[in-house]
């Protein structure tokens, strides 16, 4: 049974032509009660209306006959660190900005160097030690992504988590694609506050690829996670690019 349609407007890509995973994750969950898991199946087409398809308790995301994701009710368990400094993530993210080599992300709607403030969220996560798989960035949510009352939408908080929990894995591992996303609001977010992103790895099975990110208001409370998984690709799939 169709219960809505979700469309992605350019804004919103992850890859030129998709949409970014986090926020179409993010949008298909809102119609799951409680904890959800989402896996992606396909790269989510912009700009045409996407059927919302109820399964059980879950749903189903369809461009016609084809499934490009589905959402359902998981258990999210995450143990988020401390809460770094505020200078800490603002040297982190410098480094990030200055060590990208990669172009195939710049048009990302959470991370691209291609996307100002106003078009993207610019989050630009970089290591928190030279070397190290740890990812910090920094977060200042603007109008553009909030309600008039201030508040982000659930949809953007899972934009925002999502590019963190794949850059221990995106400079190093070739191309990797997000593949299942999760996420657990604690607090409100609200725009033209400071934040603080966290990325870290959490394993590997093959190609698959395993990891977390938190989000922090700057005063160092934890206001949200998530758990991901990203696929190891040899090539970048159709659509994508």
């Known amino acids: 049974m169709a219960v ?5 407007p350019r804004r919103f890509r992850g890859p030129p032509n998709s949409g970014n ?7 298909l969950a809102g119609y799951v009660e409680g904890g959800v898991e989402v896996t992606l199946r396909a790269p ?6 996407l059927d919302v398809i109820r399964e059980g308790e879950g749903v189903r995301l369809m461009d016609g006959d084809n499934l490009v994701a589905e959402a359902k009710p998981a258990q999210i368990d995450v143990g988020a660190p401390d809460a770094p ?6 040297d982190a993210a410098k480094r990030g900005f200055s060590e990208r080599r990669s172009m195939q992300y710049n048009s990302c709607f959470v991370c691209g160097l291609d996307r100002g403030p106003g078009d993207g969220l610019c989050i630009f996560p970089g290591a928190a030690i030279e070397g190290s798989r740890e990812m910090l960035a920094t977060w200042l949510p603007d109008a553009t992504v909030a309600h008039p009352d201030g508040i982000v939408p659930p949809e953007i908080v899972w934009s925002a988590l999502d590019c963190p929990s794949g850059f221990p894995y995106i400079q190093r591992d070739g191309i990797v694609i997000l593949g299942r996303y999760a996420v657990k609001r604690m607090t409100p977010v609200h725009r033209d506050e400071r934040y603080i992103v966290r990325g870290w790895p959490t394993g590997q099975d ?3 690829l395993y990891s977390a990110s938190a989000l922090y208001s700057e005063d160092g409370a934890l206001c949200a996670v998530a758990k991901s998984t990203w696929i190891q690709l040899d090539e970048t799939p159709p659509g994508t690019t």
Do not use: F
């Not at 989510?44 to 209306?49: E, S, T």
């Open 21 to 27: 995973g986090g926020y179409v994750c993010g949008l």
């Open 4 to 8: 809505g349609q979700i469309t992605v």
């Open 85 to 90: 400094g505020w200078g800490e993530a603002v």
């Open 206 to 208: 093959g190609r698959k």
């Open 44 to 49: 989510p087409p912009l700009d045409r209306a």
